[in-house]
């Protein structure tokens, strides 16, 4: 791989790595949390976007969220802070920046 590549894939680890600690750090305040992780997507959309980042984040949200609505209404799971339909309010955002992670982390490794 280029170091054009590495670079992107440490830059997508990093926003990760952001996304992970704001939560670890802020779950317990759903508001909070949310306006964060919406305005790192938003930032990383508006730094670094790449084609389909979007339609990655809204079906990461829709397929996220499906199968959370799912474990959490069949009592697999919970949520300690729910706040809309037993899951916290940042979760899909939460869903949706890590699916566009893991696609744009994937995809050198599936292109080369």
């Given at each position: ?99 566009v ?8 490794f599936?292109?080369?």
């Amino acid at each position: 791989m280029n170091e054009i590549v590495n670079k992107d894939l440490l830059r997508e680890l990093v926003i990760f790595a952001i996304a992970l600690l704001l939560a670890v750090m802020f779950w317990e305040n759903n508001i909070l949390l949310t306006s964060l992780l919406v305005l790192l997507y938003l930032t990383r959309q508006y730094q670094w976007s790449a084609k389909g980042d979007n339609i990655i984040y809204i079906s990461g949200i829709l397929l996220g969220c499906t199968a959370e609505f799912i474990g959490t209404y069949l009592g697999v799971w919970t949520y300690s802070a729910p706040l809309f339909l037993n899951i916290p309010l940042w979760l899909p955002f939460a869903w949706g920046l890590v699916s566009v992670i893991i696609i744009r982390v994937s995809l050198p490794f599936i292109e080369s």
